[in-house]
């Protein structure tokens, strides 16, 4: 493993360089102040007719129409939605200047293709390994969020060091950013969504509730006990891994979670993650996904309307609603 550090990082490379973001979105604003408050040259990519606009001036941040703001660009960071990222840089390609940087936030469009940058642009990758608004408080708070850097395409020589300029001037250099490949990143990502984080945990959670309520136990009890209480055992994972766990949970509930846990998450579930990951691998799920958005997604409504209209979330809705202390 190589982590890099801001002792590795030469900012200087940047000095007086416009950086560009197109998009303004969750990473895209927290990207942009955080580069502005280290001192960047920030310059925002957006449509006048859009509702980021007005939000970016009021931010303080430079903002013009996409193919205007890639002009004058060192680097130009393609911070929008994977299925966005195709058709945007085909509307801006021809105003990026020679020997410019393209740069993202994750690999997708790169990695299967959607973009083919042009031959004279460097093409990097800085991952920060968390959502924009911890990126942004992370900074605020004089710390950083960890950062994977990665280089597709290197052009001009520079690609490395422009791309830990960058990760430095968002805070992520004070984490540490860990060198990758874009296929490394964009796979394991989409494996970590499908699997664990969100495809994973949201079953597991939604059939404990389905087991607990087919059962005769009340829906509000059967919520708090798979959803409400998730988030004090991920808090404690994530300060100190299964150790800390452990440590703070019963002595019960660590011997249910050993004895237990393999009978849930079992060899068909393992035989299952390896098929997830090979559709990844080869390029099933973003052939899959493409196409579900050339077709209007019709398919993704539908998942999506039975996910919000399944019953946990009535009743999680109503419990939350008397828990004055919850950020909506």
Same mark, same amino acid.
């Given at each position: 493993?190589?982590?890099?550090?801001?002792?590795?990082?030469?900012?200087?490379?940047?000095?007086?360089?416009?950086?560009?973001?197109?998009?303004?979105?969750?990473?895209?604003?927290?990207?942009?102040?955080?580069?502005?408050?280290?001192?960047?040259?920030?310059?925002?990519?957006?449509? %006048?007719?859009?509702?980021?606009?007005?939000?970016?001036?009021?931010?303080? &941040? +430079?903002?013009?129409?996409?193919?205007?703001?890639?002009?004058?660009?060192?680097?130009?960071?393609?911070?929008?939605?994977?299925?966005?990222?195709?058709?945007?840089?085909?509307?801006?390609?021809?105003?990026?200047?020679?020997?410019? +940087?393209?740069?993202?936030?994750?690999?997708?469009?790169?990695?299967?293709?959607?973009?083919?940058?042009?031959?004279?642009?460097?093409?990097?990758?800085?991952?920060?390994?968390?959502?924009?608004?911890?990126?942004?408080?992370?900074?605020?708070?004089?710390?950083?969020?960890?950062?994977?850097?990665?280089?597709?395409?290197?052009?001009?020589?520079?690609?490395?060091?422009?791309?830990?300029?960058?990760?430095?001037?968002?805070?992520?250099?004070?984490?540490?950013?860990?060198? +990758? +490949?874009?296929?490394?990143?964009?796979?394991?990502?989409?494996?970590?969504?499908?699997?664990? &984080?969100?495809?994973?945990?949201?079953?597991?959670?939604?059939?404990?509730?389905?087991?607990?309520?087919?059962?005769?136990?009340?829906?509000?009890?059967?919520?708090?006990?798979?959803?409400?209480?998730?988030?004090?055992?991920?808090?404690?994972?994530?300060?100190?891994?299964?150790?800390?766990?452990?440590?703070?949970?019963?002595?019960?509930?660590?011997?249910?979670?050993?004895?237990?846990?393999? %009978?849930?998450?079992?060899?068909?579930?393992?035989?299952?993650?390896?098929?997830?990951?090979?559709?990844?691998?080869?390029?099933?799920?973003?052939?899959?996904?493409?196409?579900?958005?050339?077709?209007?997604?019709?398919?993704?409504?539908? &998942?999506?309307?039975?996910?919000?209209?399944?019953?946990?979330?009535?009743?999680?809705?109503?419990?939350?609603?008397?828990?004055?202390?919850?950020?909506?």
């Amino acid at each position: 493993m190589k982590m890099y550090s801001e002792a590795d990082v030469d900012a200087t490379c940047l000095t007086d360089r416009q950086v560009t973001i197109l998009g303004y979105g969750s990473q895209g604003r927290a990207h942009a102040l955080n580069l502005k408050d280290s001192g960047f040259n920030v310059v925002m990519g957006l449509r %006048r007719d859009g509702a980021s606009w007005a939000q970016a001036e009021a931010d303080g &941040l +430079t903002v013009m129409e996409p193919g205007e703001a890639v002009k004058n660009a060192a680097i130009v960071a393609f911070l929008t939605p994977d299925m966005v990222q195709k058709s945007l840089y085909g509307a801006v390609v021809d105003n990026i200047p020679e020997g410019a +940087t393209l740069l993202f936030a994750h690999g997708f469009a790169v990695h299967f293709k959607q973009i083919e940058p042009r031959s004279d642009l460097d093409v990097v990758l800085i991952a920060p390994k968390g959502p924009g608004g911890l990126v942004r408080r992370q900074y605020e708070e004089g710390h950083g969020v960890p950062c994977l850097v990665a280089v597709h395409q290197d052009a001009t020589g520079n690609a490395l060091k422009l791309a830990l300029a960058y990760a430095s001037g968002i805070g992520g250099a004070r984490a540490g950013v860990i060198e +990758t +490949t874009f296929a490394e990143e964009t796979e394991t990502d989409l494996f970590g969504e499908q699997a664990v &984080l969100c495809g994973g945990a949201t079953e597991l959670i939604v059939a404990g509730f389905e087991t607990l309520v087919e059962a005769g136990y009340q829906p509000e009890v059967a919520y708090y006990e798979v959803m409400h209480e998730l988030k004090l055992i991920v808090d404690l994972l994530h300060e100190g891994g299964l150790r800390k766990m452990h440590k703070f949970i019963s002595d019960t509930a660590a011997y249910g979670d050993m004895v237990s846990g393999p %009978r849930v998450v079992d060899e068909n579930s393992r035989k299952q993650m390896k098929a997830v990951l090979e559709d990844i691998q080869d390029g099933t799920f973003a052939r899959n996904w493409i196409a579900e958005n050339e077709a209007g997604m019709p398919e993704f409504r539908r &998942l999506m309307k039975a996910d919000l209209e399944h019953p946990i979330e009535k009743v999680g809705a109503e419990l939350r609603g008397r828990m004055d202390w919850l950020e909506e």
